[in-house]
């Protein structure tokens, strides 16, 4: 069964920086994409950044460079490192995965099939 941990999050002051890491485990596809929505309670799940096994990547525009997206495959893990955070990117973020080539955009992100627990980012002002 597929499992995603995330990590890396934490609290940090406006203009600060983190990295979010997810392992996936039992995840042994060829094609596949995996990436980062994030959700605030009471709204709506934001896809924040996405990247597929030939290595595209998408963004949301509110994090586009200021987020970077990336994998290493060879211990099955995907990185956001998330710069000049703000008080608004405050939320949990969460790690998803789909076992087959999808389309790639932000908003397929927050529905992708599998997710992990989720790791909170709180940014100061």
């Known amino acids: 069964q597929v499992h995603l941990v995330e990590s890396g999050g934490g609290s940090v002051q406006s203009g600060g920086s983190l990295k979010l890491s997810c392992v996936a485990s039992?995840?042994?596809?060829?094609?596949?994409?995996m990436g980062w929505f994030r959700q605030v309670p009471g709204n709506e799940r934001e896809g924040v950044a996405g990247?597929?096994?030939?290595?595209?990547?998408t963004y949301a525009e509110s994090v586009k460079g200021r987020f970077t997206i990336s994998q290493d495959s060879a211990k099955n893990t995907v990185y956001l490192l998330m710069n000049s955070l703000k008080p608004e990117d405050t939320a949990m973020y969460y790690c998803a995965a789909e076992s087959f080539r999808c389309t790639l955009l932000p908003e397929t992100v927050a529905w992708f099939n599998y997710r992990g627990q989720g790791t909170q980012v709180t940014v100061s002002s």
């Open positions: 039992e995840f042994t596809y060829s094609d596949y994409c």
């Open positions: 990247i597929n096994s030939d290595g595209t990547t």
